[in-house]
């Protein structure tokens, strides 16, 4: 294992770690309700990247008197960077990347929707699940009516209006141009994306790649990659987080790695294809 990669992995997890306690007890102001969902969304990359960091260490299985060989599981923690990235994606355009108040508030509320309408297909086993649909279902109505009542659903095309009311919350972009509008080159993040979609949907490469990487060395050489894009993405969302709550803001100089963070968010946005 590269000393720096883990070394710097180390330290931007207990960065992410140090701002989630600083936050703990702090109660949200009314209007910042939508925070509540910027949390979730940090949690969730914290919690892949965590795991990320548990298989770029290696693994050996023991079962019963049988005991393997040491592994990194490259292949599982590609697909969990891929993940972390696709979330801090959705983060930084429902709450950072919007010019506006306006376009703000219309990417959360779409985005807002769309979770309430994956669920709509799910059948209610019991009282307390008809209940919950019916309360969902008059969530739907309310967020529904104010889309359709704000400027920014007033531009768009009535294709993208319809595509926006049956959950697409990211309209018309693709997951390439929320990258761009986070600040990823756009090379980058192609040929990044791709490699990590790759181990996600079984591609042939993926398959070779497993082939061919017999020793632990060779595992380690593959997983490197994937780190690294694992630390600019923690690194990213945690530079946003800090620009986002009042709280940090303030603070932001007395984090113990502040300038690592803003080191490895400037690396990720430098690199190209």
């Not at 697909?79 to 306006?102: D, G, P, W």
């Not at 209006?161 to 959950?167: C, I, K, P, S």
């Not at 929320?178 to 990590?196: H, I, P, T």
């Not at 987080?241 to 984090?255: C, E, R, S």
């Amino acid at each position: 294992m590269k000393k720096n990669l883990k070394l710097d992995l180390d330290i931007l997890i207990n960065s992410a770690i140090e701002i989630g306690n600083r936050l703990t007890g702090q109660k949200k102001p009314a209007d910042q309700e939508s925070l509540y969902y910027a949390e979730g969304l940090g949690q969730k990359i914290i919690s892949h990247t965590i795991s990320v960091r548990h298989l770029y260490h290696g693994q050996q299985l023991i079962v019963g008197n049988n005991q393997y060989p040491v592994q990194i599981d490259f292949a599982s923690l590609a697909i969990l960077v891929r993940a972390a990235l696709e979330t801090y994606l959705t983060l930084n355009h429902v709450f950072i990347s919007a010019k506006t108040l306006e376009e703000a508030k219309f990417n959360f509320l779409c985005w807002h929707l769309a979770g309430f309408l994956d669920r709509m297909g799910f059948e209610p086993k019991n009282q307390a699940q008809i209940e919950l649909k019916e309360s969902e279902r008059k969530s739907i109505s309310a967020l529904t009516t104010e889309i359709q009542a704000s400027l920014p659903f007033s531009t768009l095309s009535k294709k993208q209006q319809e595509a926006v009311l049956r959950g697409n919350w990211r309209v018309d972009k693709s997951w390439r141009q929320l990258a761009v509008n986070a600040g990823f080159d756009e090379g980058f993040f192609k040929q990044q994306y791709s490699f990590l979609c790759g181990y996600a949907h079984s591609s042939r490469l993926s398959v070779i790649q497993i082939q061919q990487s017999r020793n632990l060395v060779q595992q380690q050489e593959m997983a490197d990659a994937s780190v690294g894009v694992a630390m600019v993405v923690l690194a990213k969302f945690m530079y946003d987080y800090i620009q986002l709550i009042p709280t940090l803001k303030a603070v932001q100089n007395n984090l113990s790695a502040f300038g690592m963070i803003s080191i490895w968010k400037t690396i990720g946005e430098q690199l190209e294809k």
